[in-house]
Structure formats: C-alpha cells, structure tokens
C-alpha cells in the first residue's frame, strides 16, 4: 500500500512538466511566478521530492537490504542527497504557501523535520549505530510521506470545510503530525542494545 501510494504520488510532480499552469502555479501571482529564485526552488522541490518518495520505500524492504547491501548504500545515498534538496527548497517555498502564516509554519516545520531526520540518519550509520540509523530513517520517510498523506487529507478537508484555505491551513499541520506519531509508535520499541556496530 505504502509503495503503490508512493509511487503515484511520487510521479505526480511530472503534471508540472507537461501541463502548463498546472496545480499550485494556477494560485500564485505572477510576481512570484516570475521569480527565478521561486521557481528554481519549485521545480527542485518538487522533483527531487518526487524521486525521494519512489526510492525510499524501497529501503525498507529487509530482503533488499539483506541480498544487495550495496544497493542499500547507494540507493541511501541518493535518498539523502533528494530528501536534503527537496527539504531545504521547501522550507524556502513554505514562506510563500498559500494560508498565510499558520500553513507557512506547518510546511516550514515538516522541511525542518525531514532535514534534521534525513541527516541524523546518515551520521547515525556513519558512525555505525545501527538502530539509531533505522529509527531516524523511519521519521524521515515519515516526513517525505507527508506528500502522501496530504493528498489524501486535502480532498476530505475540503468536503468537510467546504472551503479550500481553512482545508489548506489544516492540512499543513495533519500532513505530517500524525505521521510522526506512527513513526514514534514503531520505533518506540527498537531497542536501544541493538546498536551495533555497521560493516
Ligand atoms: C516532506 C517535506 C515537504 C514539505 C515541507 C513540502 C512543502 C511544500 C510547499 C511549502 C509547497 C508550496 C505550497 C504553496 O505554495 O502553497 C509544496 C508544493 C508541492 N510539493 Fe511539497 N513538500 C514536501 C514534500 C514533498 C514531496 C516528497 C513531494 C513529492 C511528490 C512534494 C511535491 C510537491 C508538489 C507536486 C507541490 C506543488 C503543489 C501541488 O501540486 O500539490 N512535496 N510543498
């Protein structure tokens, strides 16, 4: 189910490069739309966080990771380097988001948390704490899956709102909250002496 709803949705941001004033870019004024920085950010956003939701599932797939450590590696390294790029073009793009300062904070918040869980992640295995690695990249994807849960929430928010921005302010926050808590709810238990060293 995780990998089906990341994929679709991770091939999503290909609309931007085929449909012109696609989605979002139909909400935005043409200050901003004219803006190099702003587009930049977009367009790096939006594919280098689509790539990170279709290859990170793949990660936590314990038969992969057994048989092909070294496309565990790779695939990690490739992982890190989109989620850091969508991550901090993110948090720039949530300065601008439509619904003000409440869903600015909310998306803002989410790029802070996947930053910081993607790179705790990656020094966590660098130093060879194994289990410190795997909680850390269970809150990073958790975060990067806030692209999924978001697209589910929105269309049911905006039903029960009636009105797009309260649903939109709303969702800034329930895309990725309750995420954490799954993700603190699975990695609750890992024990601590599991950490071993990584060869
Ligand atoms: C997890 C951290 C993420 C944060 C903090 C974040 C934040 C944002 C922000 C602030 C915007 C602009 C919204 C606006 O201007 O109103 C945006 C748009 C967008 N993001 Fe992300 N995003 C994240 C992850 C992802 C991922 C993993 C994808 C991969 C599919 C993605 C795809 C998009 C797309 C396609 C848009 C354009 C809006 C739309 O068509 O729905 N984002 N994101």
Known sequence: MIAILATLIGLYP???FFQHNFGILGNKNSALLASAVWSSAFYMHITAGGLALLIGWVQFNERIRISSPVMHRQLGKLYLLFALFSSVSAAYLAIHANGGL???TG???L???WFISTFMGY????KGRVTQHQKFMIFSYSACFAAVTLRLWLPLLVVIYGDF?????LVAWLCWVPNMFVAYLLTRDMNKSEMQPYS
């Open 14 to 16: 290909l609309f931007y």
């Open 102 to 104: 409440i869903a600015a």
């Open 107 to 109: 998306f803002f918040c």
């Open 111 to 113: 790029a802070l948390v």
């Open 123 to 126: 020094t966590s295995i660098l």
């Open 165 to 169: 921005i309260k649903a939109y302010v």
